[in-house]
């Protein structure tokens, strides 16, 4: 069993605000601290197809989207990472304000803890006070959707918490297993969700956090009236590694710690994403261990909408926070921006519309061909 401090300091069970705070500050300490990354990428297996002469100019290539009714400069979401604690709103600040600063999409963390304790609030709110202008994407759990005494009112909270353009509602099943007392009862999910789907008309988004989307829930979820999803795959951040850095094992039921068992568990980011656009038209956001803007074209070949990281952010905007400025943030933006360009000027495409879903563009080898070809 890996040894950590998170597993010597003997952890509450988490029932109160505070001690949702405490998880906040370890699920954003760990990966920091630890290799909590899955251990296979397939975004290696795909090969982008060269264009030896690019007839047109690098500046020229527009990189700029539509995300539903706001115009991005690029198709670059800074994914759901925090909330909930005086260091999340340090975080979401210096992210929020470089997302502004470079007109991409920023997402907030789970919201749950503002609904819950408005001392939390500010976290959140910070989003939207230093980046009136881009698309914010709140956020909520499957299980706070699903739980008995839902109240739609609290969706409301969270949309007007941040004045949310979107919602994203995330799955996490093996996150909730594998950590102490997390919410395993979806029952109730499409009968609230359908409650929302009448009375709000933001979209609503499906977003998983690090296990992928199957092809049949997707389509299931497109009827059921998503606007969109986050595939949240694998190949990045592994909830379950995380957790099992935490202290949540109890050895005295069983011999093995089901969130070390686990940690690899679920469908890539680049097969989810072929997965959802074989089931739907609908936004696809490509999130799970993208690394660079080689990343996002690659994942816009596959079909999806635009290319969300989570990890790389936590990591430029924990830098952030000692220098006092944004710059870390900005630069990673600019760079994937830059490197997206890139691959669009080396296969001679002057506008993201001319990848996207583009079959004769890409090459699939190795281990990512063997799955998709079972
Ligand atoms: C520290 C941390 C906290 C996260 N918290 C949330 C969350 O509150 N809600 C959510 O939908 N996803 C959350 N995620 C998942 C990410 O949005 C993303 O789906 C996942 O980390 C995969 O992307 P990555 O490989 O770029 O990290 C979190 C990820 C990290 C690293």
Redesign the pocket.
């Known amino acids: 069993m890996t040894s950590s401090k998170y597993r010597e300091e003997k952890m509450p069970k988490p029932k109160d605000s505070k001690e949702i705070m405490d998880r906040?500050i370890e699920?954003?300490k760990?990966?920091l601290e630890y290799d909590?990354?899955?251990s296979k990428n397939y975004f290696n297996d795909i090969k982008l197809i060269h264009h030896p002469i690019p007839e047109i100019d690098f500046e020229d290539i527009d990189l700029s989207v539509k995300f539903f009714n706001k115009k991005i400069s690029a198709p670059i979401c800074i994914?759901?990472?925090?909330?909930g604690h005086p260091i999340s709103k340090e975080i979401n600040e210096i992210l929020a304000r470089a997302a502004e600063e470079e007109n991409i999409i920023m997402?907030?963390?789970?919201q749950r803890a503002g609904i819950e304790d408005p001392a939390l609030l500010d976290s959140f709110k910070i989003t939207r006070e230093v980046a009136p202008n881009i698309p914010i994407i709140g956020?909520i759990?499957i299980g706070q959707v699903s739980d008995a005494t839902f109240n739609v009112a609290n969706f409301n909270k969270c949309i007007e918490m941040i004045n949310a353009d979107v919602m994203?509602i995330?799955l996490?099943a093996l996150h909730e297993l594998v950590q102490d007392k997390g919410d395993i009862s979806y029952k109730l999910f499409r009968k609230n969700f359908q409650k929302l789907r009448e009375i709000y008309k933001i979209p609503i988004i499906a977003?998983?956090?690090?296990t992928g989307f199957n092809q049949d829930l997707a389509m299931n979820l497109d009827k059921l009236g998503f606007d969109g999803f986050?595939v949240?795959?694998t190949?990045?951040?592994s909830?379950a590694a995380?957790e099992s850095k935490r202290n949540n094992f109890d050895n005295q039921k069983y011999t093995r710690d089901p969130a070390e068992v686990f940690r690899e568990w679920g469908i890539p980011?680049p097969v989810s994403v072929i997965y959802v656009r074989n089931a739907t038209q609908k936004l696809i956001i490509a999130?799970?261990?993208?690394?660079t803007g080689v990343d996002i074209a690659k994942s816009i070949a596959l079909g999806a909408d635009i290319g969300?990281?989570?990890?790389?952010?936590?990591k430029s905007a924990w830098k952030d926070r000692k220098s006092t400025s944004v710059s870390n943030t900005v630069k990673e933006i600019r760079t994937l921006k830059n490197e997206l360009r890139s691959c669009l000027w080396l296969m001679n495409l002057d506008k993201i519309e001319n990848l996207k879903g583009k079959k004769n563009k890409y090459i699939i080898l190795g281990k990512l061909y063997q799955w998709l070809n079972q």
Do not use: M, R, Y
């Open positions: 906040k699920h954003l760990i990966p909590v990354q899955h994914s759901a990472i925090t909330g997402s907030v963390g789970s956020n759990g994203a995330h996490n977003k998983e956090v690090g986050d949240g795959g190949g990045g951040t909830f995380i980011t999130t799970g261990g993208l690394k969300g990281f989570a990890f790389k952010f936590l």
